[in-house]
């Protein structure tokens, strides 16, 4: 397999960017943070299921970036690899609430081309097994109640899509974002341990991440911030809209290209996602790594993101970031 | 070895350091009260650390600059001359990266490297190529990592 | 707990195939820690996809990447002994006394101390692990952010024995490491510090970058300077194995920084480098009669098991509590997770092969690493014949792609330049590079969990004293800067070494 890579790369030296509507020669998924974390998750889900499925001749190549959450990925594509066609890179709905903040420099979402989301999570709002709380409805009351009572806890800081999520929720009690006692632990995992141990009374997260901990008793997952209720470990959880409270928090999960990528090209990789998604491979890997269906492409994602924006610099400026 | 254990012997060149650290404490002191942020959900805020330790900072640089202590003479002459050539090379070769490619780049890098350290004109290509086949080879073929092959051959 | 799951995991990691897995993965370990500046983030991030794109199953994965794990613990000392190059950040204080008694003559000697440190050091963390993993999960569920901070403020007070000839540049030092944590996004508020608008710089500056610079690359600086002084004698390369009394004087370090290590590698959020520091300080407070720093047998045990014991520790909150305790740990969650399965209490009784096979290669894996070390130290001390113009271009292509293989830019080179320089500079001016470190070890989690308590807390300073384990801590904090002192006017030493203890 090996060899076959390093072939197909001297291709790709001998005869350039490949032709347009074919797969490009090289292709290379940049994953803007550290191995082992969602863009590499996001990258390795299509790097594999192409192979998989055949789409693509030689492996994708996943690489590695770290940065400012993918800030510096999305400079580099802008600034060094506008035009590679080959070159996808991974991006989440916190790369739209980073942009909307400005904190990926002076580029704004305009900067690239979005290819499309092929997989979602959704936000949860949790708290410890034991507690007396049993729906979401009587923890906002009981927040409301006494805000001081009940410290927050999500895997980022604020302003971030934990802390945002938990802002909806307080502003729902009435409370405004500003007073809530938050802190901002070291990802999922630590948000589901400090609750265990009491630290803190209500954990902002993702289901993905939340729900193994869900299912083994150790928290309780009080609502989904989805549409509908979500398959598998969480099918008894209701929603937050089925408790009459109106919060939906998608995590998407997709790609972009650099702003110089032909049509062509960009119209192949808008093809070839929308053929994948409905792969059994893609489907399988997809649901391993704990995301749920989703798939927006091309125009309609590009149209979706500005409007994430547009709603995130919106929620920021209530929240009074 | 020179020293200058009394501080009344000190000069000015061994008292220097502690007046860079303090100017290096105060004005990361002033750029931590600069810090922007809308609003923090702990009382102490970004600001408070970055500030308390320039404050350290500030007095134990004044302490060094009054005590010295030991200190090695600085490299002068052909010396400085060679240790500045060595890391502008390294510099020069990671800039290089992306246009020469890699391997290029690194036969350029540990060629010059060994010249520096007195190796003969032969062993040196040969140190500079083999450490670019050596880890070309490990890190792209056995571990998978791309590295650039040199923008100016098109990949 | 019922044992059970153990016994089906010998039962897998006995296989054959899974054996052959096993050696492979301490093999390969043993040489991506060698590498100077290549460490097992590194190793393991790298063969990860190798391996799940060659469908090798999920048993053996973990099996080869545990044996990966280990053996970079081993194989990272090496250079930190020989080349005083640390490979990883959990071998920086390993160099402390390592190098010296290399310098010495005694290379084989602490090769050989190294790996039987790192043996019964890793030896008790698998013990650990096997009969206490439920119950130091509960531990590590009663550290939140207030009981963290004190623990910093516990590891600060076994710093105040680094408060050598020269106290300001050892708190210069300190304080510079503790600064360069405030680089980049602020956990708490998302505030961008010191960033200068540059988006590479927004996520801090990277600890492997840090100790590479400042290691590596100075030490490159000082070799060709004392290249061109001529002053570069080779170094004795020494055949001795530690004599029987040398060992028998290292038991009591080992032993405790075999339980010191375990227990700070469990707690997720500290890992190997902050065990290896507090077991060294600590040890260095307790025992120091001046020796420490010049090649101490026990300064060499005590980090070493350590940061075993702290790599095997760190498998509990994972397996436990489905927590990484460490940034290894952190990528291999990841594996078990590409292979759909979810780590936490229920993997000992739902996948008792996986749980259970892990743990049993680690028994394996260490007893193998023992046998492949200490045979081939005699091997590994022959890189001290090699001549410098073959082996400091290596050294520098691995600092480079140590570098660039994680983070992919040109720009990150350039920092780790940066900080060779002045890592180069420091040395010059007499001051230790390892306060630095440790500062920069530790100031990130002390900031980060001080502000947190206070905010859970609203601002109330009690928080900090309200759980046992807090006070617990405190106490240890307290005894570590008096006991030395206690000790010391007992003796009534001929050196009265700085009793003022500061730092804490």
Redesign the interface.
């Known amino acids: 397999?090996k060899r076959f890579l390093s072939s197909a790369a001297v291709v790709a030296i001998l005869f350039g960017a490949g032709a347009a509507m074919a797969a490009p020669e090289k292709t290379e998924c940049l994953a803007g943070a550290?191995?082992?974390?969602g863009f590499?998750?996001t990258c390795?889900l299509v790097s594999?299921s192409l192979?998989a499925t055949k789409m693509i001749p030689a492996?994708m190549a996943?690489?590695?970036?770290?940065?400012?959450?993918g800030?510096?990925a999305?400079?580099?594509v802008i600034g060094s690899r506008p035009s590679d066609p080959g070159l996808v890179v991974a991006a989440s709905s916190g790369s739209a609430l980073l942009l909307a903040q400005g904190?990926?420099?002076k580029h704004d979402e305009t900067a690239v081309r979005w290819l499309g989301a092929v997989g979602t999570d959704y936000g949860v709002i949790a708290v410890a097994a034991d507690s007396p709380i049993t729906s979401l409805d009587q923890l906002v009351k009981a927040y409301k109640d006494q805000p001081?009572a009940f410290?927050v806890g999500g895997g980022?800081?604020?302003?971030?899509q934990d802390?945002m999520k938990a802002a909806v929720v307080a502003k729902g009690a009435g409370v405004p974002p500003r007073q809530m006692?938050?802190?901002?632990?070291?990802g999922g995992?630590?948000v589901?341990?400090?609750l265990?141990?009491?630290?803190?009374k209500i954990a902002s997260g993702d289901a993905g991440e939340m729900a193994?901990?869900h299912?083994?008793g150790?928290v309780r997952i009080l609502a989904v911030m989805a549409d509908e209720r979500l398959p598998g470990d969480l099918a008894d959880v209701p929603t937050a809209k089925e408790q009459g409270y109106d919060l939906t928090w998608p995590v998407w999960r997709g790609y972009y290209v650099g702003p110089q990528v032909s049509d062509a090209d960009y119209t192949w990789w808008v093809d070839t996602l929308a053929t994948l998604v409905k792969t059994p491979e893609f489907q399988k890997e997809r649901e391993?790594?704990?995301l749920f269906p989703l798939a927006i492409l091309g125009k309609d994602f590009d149209d979706r993101v500005r409007a994430d924006v547009a709603r995130f610099k919106e929620l920021a400026k209530e929240a009074g970031l | 070895m020179h020293t200058a254990d009394s501080p009344g012997q000190a000069g000015l060149t061994a008292r220097l350091?502690g007046v860079v650290?303090f100017g290096f404490a105060v004005v990361?002191g002033i750029?931590?009260t600069q810090?922007?942020?809308?609003?923090?959900?702990?009382?102490?805020?970004?600001r408070s650390?970055?500030v308390i330790?320039?404050l350290?900072?500030a007095v134990?640089?004044v302490?060094?600059a009054l005590?010295p202590?030991?200190?090695?003479p600085?490299?002068r002459g052909?010396?400085l001359a060679?240790?500045v050539g060595?890391?502008v090379l390294?510099?020069l070769?990671?800039?290089l990266?992306?246009p020469l490619g890699f391997p290029l780049a690194?036969l350029m890098?540990?060629?010059g490297?060994?010249i520096?350290?007195?190796?003969t004109p032969r062993?040196?290509i040969a140190?500079?190529v083999g450490?670019a086949a050596l880890?070309y080879g490990v890190?792209v073929h056995l571990?998978?990592?791309p590295?650039p092959v040199g923008t100016l051959f098109g990949g | 707990m019922s044992l059970d799951y153990l016994w089906t995991g010998f039962g897998v990691a006995l296989q054959w195939h899974n054996l052959m897995y096993g050696l492979a993965g301490c093999f390969l370990g043993t040489l991506v820690g060698a590498l100077p500046a290549v460490g097992p983030i590194n190793g393991i991030?790298?063969?990860?996809?190798?391996l799940?794109?060659?469908g090798v199953p999920a048993d053996s994965t973990m099996i080869l990447l545990a044996g990966v794990y280990y053996g970079a613990e081993y194989g990272g000392r090496i250079s930190s002994i020989l080349l005083n190059v640390p490979g990883d950040a959990g071998a920086v204080m390993t160099a402390l006394d390592g190098n010296p008694m290399a310098r010495q003559g005694r290379a084989a000697e602490a090769l050989a101390i190294s790996g039987i440190s790192s043996f019964v050091g890793g030896m008790i963390a698998v013990v650990g692990l096997t009969f206490f993993a439920p119950l130091l999960g509960q531990l590590?569920?009663?550290?939140?952010?207030?009981e963290y901070f004190v623990l910093m403020v516990f590891a600060f007070a076994t710093l105040s024995s680094m408060v050598g000839h020269?106290p300001?540049?050892t708190?210069?030092g300190c304080?510079?490491g503790?600064?360069l944590t405030?680089i980049g996004?602020?956990?708490?508020?998302?505030?961008?510090?010191?960033t200068f608008?540059e988006?590479?710089?927004?996520?801090g500056i990277?600890f492997i970058i840090l100790v590479i610079g400042l290691f590596s690359i100075s030490e490159?600086?000082f070799?060709?300077?004392h290249?061109?002084?001529g002053r570069l004698k080779p170094i004795a390369v020494g055949r001795g194995f530690p004599s029987l009394a040398t060992l028998r004087s290292c038991v009591g370090t080992v032993l405790r920084c075999s339980g010191i290590g375990f227990v700070v590698g469990v707690l997720?959020?500290t890992g190997a480098s902050v065990a290896s520091a507090v077991s060294y300080t600590t040890e260095k407070r307790l025992l120091d009669r001046g020796t420490f720093g010049k090649g101490d047998p026990r300064g060499l045990a005590a980090p070493e098991a350590a940061n075993n014991a702290a790599a095997g520790g760190a498998f509990v909150?994972m397996l436990t509590?489905?927590?990484?305790g460490s940034?290894t740990t952190?990528?291999m969650?990841?594996a078990l997770?590409?292979?759909?399965i979810?780590p936490?209490?229920?993997l000992f009784t739902e996948r008792p092969d996986i749980a259970g096979g892990l743990i049993a290669s680690m028994y394996i894996g260490n007893i193998l690493l023992l046998l492949l070390n200490l045979p081939m130290v005699h091997v590994f001390v022959r890189l001290l014949t090699v001549?410098?113009?073959?082996l400091?271009?290596?050294i520098?292509?691995?600092s480079?792609?140590g570098v660039?293989?994680?983070?992919?830019?040109?720009l990150s080179?350039?920092m780790m330049?940066g900080i060779g320089?002045l890592g180069y500079?420091a040395r010059?001016?007499?001051f230790d590079l390892a306060p630095i470190v440790l500062g920069f070890v530790l100031g990130r989690v002390a900031?980060?969990n001080?502000?947190?308590?206070?905010?859970?807390?609203?601002?109330e300073v009690s928080i900090l004293f309200e759980s046992t384990i807090s006070l617990v801590l405190w106490g240890m904090a307290v005894l570590v800067v008096l006991a030395p002192w206690y000790l010391h006017r007992r003796r009534r030493a001929a050196m009265a070494a700085a009793p003022d203890g500061t730092a804490a």
């Not at chain 1, 980022?156 to 971030?160: C, D, E, T």
């Not at chain 1, 265990?196 to 803190?200: A, D, E, L, T, V």
């Not at chain 2, 202590?69 to 090695?72: D, I, K, L, R, T």
């Not at chain 3, 988006?199 to 996520?203: C, M």
């Open positions: 397999m550290k191995p082992g974390g590499d998750l390795r594999n192979l492996p996943v690489t590695y970036m770290e940065g400012g959450v800030a510096t999305y400079n580099h904190k990926f420099g001081n410290p980022g800081a604020v302003g971030s802390w006692r938050y802190a901002a632990l070291e995992g630590a589901a341990t400090a265990q141990g009491g630290h803190i193994p901990h299912k083994a150790k391993e790594r704990g | 350091p650290l990361y750029a931590g810090i922007e942020y809308a609003f923090s959900s702990d009382p102490l805020g970004p650390f970055p330790l320039s350290l900072l134990l640089a302490w060094y005590r202590g030991n200190a090695e600085w490299p052909r010396l060679r240790l060595l890391l390294s510099a070769s990671a800039t990266y992306v690194t890098m540990c060629a490297t060994a520096l350290f007195d190796a062993q040196a140190c500079g450490n880890w890190f571990l998978g990592v590295l | 991030a790298l063969l990860l996809p190798l799940y794109s060659m590590a569920i009663g550290f939140g952010p207030a020269h300001v540049k708190m210069i304080v510079i503790l600064a405030t996004l602020d956990p708490t508020s998302g505030a961008y510090r010191f608008d988006p590479e710089l927004s996520s990277e490159v600086l070799m060709l300077e290249q061109y002084h997720p959020g909150p509590l489905g927590v990484p940034g952190a990528v969650l990841g997770m590409l292979y759909n979810m936490g209490p229920q001549p410098n113009w073959v400091i271009p290596g520098l292509v691995l480079f792609l660039y293989s994680m983070y992919a830019s040109v080179i350039y330049l320089v500079a010059k001016l007499d900031e980060t001080l502000r947190n308590a206070l905010a859970i807390s609203g601002g």
